[in-house]
């Protein structure tokens, strides 16, 4: 069930993505009637996307053979790499490739092209004044949330090392006396066995 909850999610965001993007066609064009599949490297949860003029469907599973069949470190679906970038990344094996590299090719080229911009996609609906608020103040917000998330992670961790610091001198006094403790038994079980021996 997730698997299709998925790849319903990435396939209407995808397809709303290239309505929202103008001159997409000969994009599409290059792309129509093959299929990429993509299949991230550390867990099994392969991505079939079947191309055709207009959209993009996403399936979890495919009976035929796809045109170019590609296995991809998780950390470059997070952040698609550039057309100019992919032969580095077949090289340091971040991407292994079977099948037509064109077809990987055109597939980045398209998802370079299609417009990504929040204020461009929320401004049919909200008008652009409104989505370039709403974008400044999210934007601002998730800058203000991981200036505050930093300043915390310092804050804590100086307090950490100062409680170190105190606990540390603690500890070592309490091992000090410890071992006095110990001292102590061993002198007094040596004067004894001394006294023992000189009563002999």
């Known amino acids: 069930m997730l698997p299709q909850l998925f790849n319903a999610g990435l396939e209407t965001l995808f397809n709303r993505l290239l309505q929202h993007t103008a001159h997409t066609e000969p994009y599409l064009r290059k792309l129509n009637g093959k299929v990429l599949a993509l299949r991230p490297q550390q867990i099994d949860f392969p991505v079939y996307l079947a191309f055709s ?7 979890h599973r495919y009976e035929g053979k796809p ?46 092209f299609v417009e990504k911009d929040p204020a461009e996609l929320l401004s049919p609906y909200t008008g652009d004044v409104i989505a370039q608020s709403v974008v400044t103040f999210l934007h601002n917000f998730a800058q203000t949330a991981k200036y505050h998330l930093l300043q915390s992670r310092t804050y804590w961790g100086e307090r950490l090392t100062e409680e170190y610091e105190l ?34």
């Open 167 to 200: 606990v540390a001198p603690a500890l070592a006094i309490a091992d000090f006396c410890r071992q006095v403790e110990t001292l102590e038994k061993q002198t007094a079980l040596f004067e004894q066995k001394l006294n023992h021996f000189q009563a002999q």
């Open 53 to 59: 003029a207009q959209r993009v469907d996403v399936l």
């Open 67 to 112: 045109d170019c069949e590609v296995s991809v470190a998780l950390s470059l679906l997070l952040k698609m790499p550039k057309k100019s970038q992919l032969s580095e990344y077949i090289n340091d094996q971040s991407i292994r490739l079977q099948g037509d590299l064109q077809v990987l090719q055109d597939f980045v080229a398209l998802a370079e």
